[in-house]
């Protein structure tokens, strides 16, 4: 990959170390190690939907490329004595202004053509901060931000004219003669820490033939606003076993487990939009982790046909969703939950966690709901009130902006 950009501008606030900091105090074999080498680093993961002899469990496996997972508190800023772990650990909120450090546009007034040169040319494990303005129109490619592209933003001119699209699916056959499968049908990869996406549409135009993910993200601290996830199975994977991820006014469609993964994932003030029957999230949540999925203030609507769509489903035997404040159409099915049985797990009714709370709407009848889900109280709720609380210390609370809209 070509560097063709040393920018140091429009840093986010509290100042995050630089390159050259980073350089001075533990040199570039440690800095690649902790933010990745070059290439993908993505780890092996299964596909919903597919037979047990098709795939090995849901796990992904640690590699020495892994986006690195920050798990710590802020820090006050850097000094000579901290550790590389620690300056990862740290977060600024996302810069918001006017001014990129690159610009995509396809009829070549910009900097860059294409969404992945303008990502090629981000100067690999630093920490400055890149922004990258892509104007309006219908980029086709596939497209990997990886794990040594860190603190990067990407900002589109609309969310619904600026579009970054592509057409693998589960079946189709990659350049190695094998099907692809969910996991590599990826749109677009987000695998680099403290990935912000604004105002773009993530989409696989695939026909409905066969899984298909839009998006895939398996980077910690990811924050898309005014975003939209277009696709019909599995549109959104959120991928990364342990990583964090927030949703704000976005629009996500499918029909079949198009929200799924083994993230903690917050959607605050979304609009959820079922295409035809079958299911929404399916979490495949670690056993040990906190949270899950959490759904806040969301609009759950869609042209499926009336109590034919399930809340979820359990991918693995700890998955865990909450539907919260919610507006619930009559496209959900009076049951809420299904259980997704299969030989290789015991029942998953006795492990999974998926609950509700203070919903409304023809879809919220929580006397018809199977009776292994759960209805939560009022104290039982307060726990998902604090993004901070969910996310384990990630403040990207103090980053949001009161007048934002979808």
Known sequence: MSDESDSDDQRREPKRPSRRQLLAMTGTAVLGSIAGCSGDGEPATADPGATPTET????PTATATDTPTATGTPSPSPTETQSVEELIAQYGCPAES??????????GSGDFESVQAATDAIDPGTFDGFRVFIKPGRYKEKIRLPPNRTDVTFVGESATETVLTYDDHADKTGDNGEELGTSQSSSFFADGLDFTARNITFENAAPDVAQAVAMRVSGDRAFFENCRFVGNQDTLYNYGRGTRQYFRNCYVEGDVDFIFGLATAVFDNCKINCKD?????????????????????????GDAPEQSVYLGRPWEPYGQAVFMNSYLGDVIRP??????????HDDKTKTAFLAEYNNEGPGAATDQRVDWAHQLSDAEAKQYESLETVFGGWTIEECLSDDASA
């Open 56 to 59: 090995a469990a849901p796990t």
């Open 98 to 107: 006017d001014e990129y450090d690159a610009v995509v546009a396809k009829d």
């Open 277 to 301: 029957e079958g299911y929404i999230v399916a979490p495949a949540t670690p056993e040990k982790q906190d949270h899950g999925y959490v759904f806040r203030n969301c609009e759950i609507t």
């Open 335 to 344: 049951a809420g939950w299904e259980p997704w049985d299969e030989p290789e």
